[in-house]
C-alpha cells in the first residue's frame, strides 16, 4: 500500500504555533474571517465617501461594515472552538503519555488562540469604525434636523 508523504507532513513539532498552522487546521472559518473583515473594511470606505452627500445611506454602510466585523469575530470564535474540540479529542487517543497529552494541548489550543487573533484583527476595524461612523452620523443627522425643523 502506498502512503503518499507530502513536505507539510513531514515538518518537525515546533513549541509555537504560526498562523499558517491555525490556517491549515481549519481554512474555512479563517478564510471566511479574513474575507469578511476585508468586505467590512471596504464597506467602511464606501461609506466614509458616501457621507457628506448621503448621510442617511452612509450610516446604513457603516451598520453594514459593523456588522461585517461582528461577523469576522465570529468566525474566528467559531474556528477557536472547532480547534479546540480537535485538540481535546487528540490529546484523549489511547497510548499518550501524560506529557505528549501536555504537548499536544498546548499545540493545539496554541493554534486556537490565534483564529481568535485573526478574526479580532480582520473584524476589529470594521467593527469600531462603522459603528462609530453610524453614531457619529446617526447624531449630526438628528442636529440638522432638529435646526431645520
Known amino acids: 500500500m502506498d502512503v503518499e508523504v507530502t513536505a507539510w507532513d513531514c515538518a518537525p513539532m515546533h513549541d509555537a504555533p504560526s498562523v499558517m498552522d491555525a490556517f491549515h487546521a481549519n481554512p474555512i472559518f479563517f478564510s471566511l474571517a479574513i474575507m469578511l473583515g ?3 473594511l471596504v464597506l467602511l470606505v ?8 448621503k448621510p442617511g445611506i452612509a450610516m446604513g454602510i457603516a451598520v453594514a461594515a459593523a456588522v461585517a ?4 469575530i465570529g468566525a474566528g470564535s467559531l474556528a477557536r472552538a472547532q480547534d479546540r474540540q480537535r485538540t481535546d479529542s487528540a490529546a484523549g487517543v489511547r497510548g499518550l503519555t501524560d506529557s505528549e497529552r501536555a504537548r499536544v494541548r498546548a ?12 478574526g479580532v484583527a480582520a473584524g ?5 469604525g462603522g459603528a462609530l461612523l453610524a453614531i457619529i452620523t446617526m447624531i449630526t ?3 440638522k434636523k432638529a435646526v431645520y425643523s
Open 38 to 40: 476585508t468586505a467590512g
Open 46 to 53: 464606501v461609506a466614509l465617501i458616501v457621507v457628506r452627500p
Open 69 to 72: 466585523g461582528l461577523l469576522a
Open 107 to 118: 499545540l493545539g489550543y496554541g493554534e486556537a488562540r490565534l483564529s481568535v487573533i485573526v
Open 124 to 128: 476589529g476595524l470594521p467593527l469600531a
Open 141 to 143: 443627522t438628528r442636529k
